[in-house]
C-alpha cells in the first residue's frame, strides 16, 4: 500500500475536498459561521411572533354572535318559564284546592322557577363569553368551547325546536376550535 495511491482512505488528501472532521470553508464572498449548526435567522422587531392576527377572525366572530343569539334564546326560555309558574297557579285553582294539589302546585312553580333562573345563568355566562371574545386569552377559548357541549347537551332536551341550539352549539365549538380561533386567543397582548 503506497500513500501515494488515489484511492488510499489514509493517504494525503489532493486539495478539492477537504477531509473529515476539517471545518469547511466558505465560498468566496459568504461570511465564515461557527462551526457546528447553521445561524440562526434575525429576529424581528417586535415581540417575535410575526404570525399573530391582528384581526378577530371571521370564525370567532360568528360564534361571537352565536353566543348573542343563544343569550336571547335563554332569555325567552326564562320568561315563559317565570309565566309558566302563573299559568300552573291558574290551572291548579280551576281545579280546586286541596292538600294535593297544592303540593302539585308548589311542585311545579319550583321546577319552573329553577329552569327560569338556570337559563339567566346561562344566559349571563353567554354575555361574559361574548363580551371577552375581543380581549379574552385561551382560557375564554376553553370555556366557550365547554359552553357550546352544555348548549348540545340542553338541547337535547328541548327536542324538536332544540335542534336549532344544538346547531348553534357545534358552530361556537367549531369556529372557537379551528387553528385561526386557537391562533387568535393564544396571541400575545400588550
Known amino acids: 500500500?503506497?500513500?501515494?495511491?488515489?484511492?488510499n482512505p489514509y493517504g494525503q488528501q489532493q486539495g478539492g475536498q477537504p477531509g473529515y472532521g476539517y471545518p469547511q470553508q466558505a465560498p468566496q464572498g459568504v461570511?465564515?459561521?461557527?462551526?457546528?449548526?447553521?445561524?440562526?435567522?434575525?429576529?424581528?422587531?417586535?415581540?417575535?411572533?410575526?404570525?399573530?392576527?391582528?384581526?378577530?377572525?371571521?370564525?370567532?366572530k360568528a360564534a361571537r354572535v352565536m353566543l348573542w343569539v343563544v343569550a336571547?334564546?335563554?332569555?325567552?326560555?326564562?320568561?315563559i318559564a317565570f309565566a309558566g309558574m302563573g299559568a300552573v297557579s291558574d290551572a291548579?285553582?280551576?281545579?280546586?284546592t286541596t292538600a294535593d294539589t297544592q303540593t302539585i302546585e308548589n311542585f311545579g312553580?319550583?321546577?319552573?322557577?329553577?329552569?327560569?333562573?338556570?337559563?339567566?345563568?346561562?344566559?349571563?355566562?353567554?354575555?361574559?363569553?361574548?363580551?371577552?371574545?375581543?380581549?379574552?386569552?385561551?382560557?375564554?377559548?376553553?370555556?366557550?368551547?365547554?359552553?357550546?357541549?352544555f348548549i348540545c347537551f340542553g338541547g337535547i332536551f328541548q327536542l324538536p325546536l332544540g335542534i336549532v341550539t344544538i346547531a348553534l352549539g357545534v358552530l361556537i365549538i367549531?369556529?372557537?376550535?379551528?387553528?385561526?380561533?386557537?391562533?387568535?386567543?393564544?396571541?400575545?397582548?400588550?
Not at 1 to 7: C, E, L, R, T
Not at 110 to 117: E, M, P, Q, R, S
Open 174 to 190: 367549531v369556529f372557537v376550535a379551528k387553528s385561526d380561533g386557537a391562533a387568535w386567543f393564544q396571541r400575545p397582548r400588550a
Open 72 to 79: 336571547a334564546f335563554q332569555i325567552i326560555a326564562a320568561i
Open 31 to 60: 461570511p465564515q459561521q461557527g462551526y457546528g449548526y447553521p445561524q440562526a435567522p434575525p429576529v424581528q422587531p417586535g415581540y417575535g411572533f410575526p404570525g399573530a392576527p391582528v384581526e378577530m377572525p371571521g370564525g370567532v
Open 92 to 96: 291548579v285553582d280551576s281545579a280546586g
Open 109 to 149: 312553580k319550583g321546577v319552573l322557577a329553577f329552569i327560569g333562573v338556570l337559563a339567566l345563568i346561562f344566559a349571563g355566562l353567554s354575555v361574559a363569553l361574548a363580551l371577552k371574545m375581543k380581549t379574552g386569552g385561551n382560557a375564554t377559548r376553553v370555556c366557550a368551547i365547554v359552553y357550546g357541549a
Open 1 to 7: 500500500m503506497s500513500f501515494g495511491d488515489p484511492n
